[in-house]
């Protein structure tokens, strides 16, 4: 009997992998028609400054919109993209329109607005990219690099050839922004090395942040580093008003989380500015 419902076990498995492996061969095949059908957003999410309450910093997050599926979340369709080589069209893609809606908001609400970007490393190794299509692109809408930060994660930095590709990005003017830090491999050597601009507390020290809290003193202690070493920090994950407390006491220089605001279509983000300009603290 154990071994009937060992092979039957057996058969289930490998039927229901077959039925995987079938749903993500569809899922790339849409994935490749996605650019063309128009069928990618993006989503903005403030960066605030909260000493002020000024709004000059959103982060750009792409959104999926299957025909089928819904909505599908970059973090099962960005690894595939990655795979299959698809991210470097959507990260140009990516880049476009987070450059034309910078360019939109530095007009009619801040002249020193910025959009951040999430870049994924195949996608800077592609030769000329930054060079070449970004730069071509920031000329023609006659915008400056710094209205665009790029967020990469630690273990690009691990990576020998993105020193020089580092440095085109950089002489355009663009800002480099260090995401999820505190939870890759990479060692602080690697912010001796580049030239970075903004470092980003991931969201898991924040979550459980209370104040005494071994996250407290992470937090601290990254802060203190990010400053001595000429970076601006950004908490990323923040939902309440006790975390924001804490981390600007600690010396944190700008917020993003739910408790300002979800990730919001360019008119809710439109609405939204209007009514931010009072300082959250007092
Ligand atoms: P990320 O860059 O670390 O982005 C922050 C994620 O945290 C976003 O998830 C955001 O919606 C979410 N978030 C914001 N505030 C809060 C909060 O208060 N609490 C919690 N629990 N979460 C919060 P999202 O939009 O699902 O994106 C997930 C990841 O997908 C991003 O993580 C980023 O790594 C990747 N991604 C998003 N857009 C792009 C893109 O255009 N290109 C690439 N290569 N990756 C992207
Ligand atoms: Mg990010
Ligand atoms: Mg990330
Ligand atoms: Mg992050």
Redesign the pocket.
């Known amino acids: 009997v154990a071994k009937e419902e060992g092979r039957n076990r057996f058969h289930y498995f490998t039927a229901s992998m077959q039925e995987a492996a079938q749903a993500r061969v569809e899922l790339i095949n849409d994935l490749r028609g996605a650019l063309q059908k128009n069928e990618f957003r993006l989503l903005y999410q403030p960066i605030v400054d909260p000493g002020s309450g000024r709004v000059h910093k959103a982060e750009a997050l792409i959104r999926w919109q299957h025909p089928e599926r819904g909505q599908v979340s970059p973090l099962d369709f960005i690894p595939i993209a990655e795979e299959t080589g698809l991210i470097v069209e959507i990260g140009n893609w990516v880049f476009r329109e987070a450059a034309k809606q910078a360019r939109v908001w530095r007009q009619c609400h801040s002249p020193d607005f910025q959009i951040s970007i999430?870049t994924s490393p195949l996608q800077l190794h592609a030769e000329g990219i930054c060079t070449g299509e970004w730069y071509d692109y920031l000329q023609a809408l006659e915008l400056p690099g710094a209205a665009i930060a790029i967020?990469i994660?630690e273990g690009l930095l691990m990576e020998n050839s993105f020193a020089t590709r580092l440095l085109e990005i950089q002489r355009l003017g663009i800002e480099v922004s260090l995401?999820?830090f505190g939870t890759g491999y990479s060692s602080m050597s690697y912010l001796k090395k580049f030239d970075i601009d903004y470092l980003k507390i991931d969201k898991s020290f924040v979550r459980n942040l209370r104040p005494g809290s071994s996250d407290h003193a992470l937090c601290e202690a990254m802060i203190v580093m990010a400053h001595k070493l000429g970076l601006k920090v950004i908490a990323e994950g923040i939902e309440t008003s006790a975390q924001l407390g804490l981390l600007s006491d600690t010396g944190c220089d700008y917020g993003q989380g739910y408790y300002f605001a979800r990730p919001m279509t360019q008119t809710e983000f439109d609405d939204y500015l209007k009514k931010s300009t009072a300082p959250l603290l007092t």
């Open positions: 999430n967020e994660t995401d999820d």
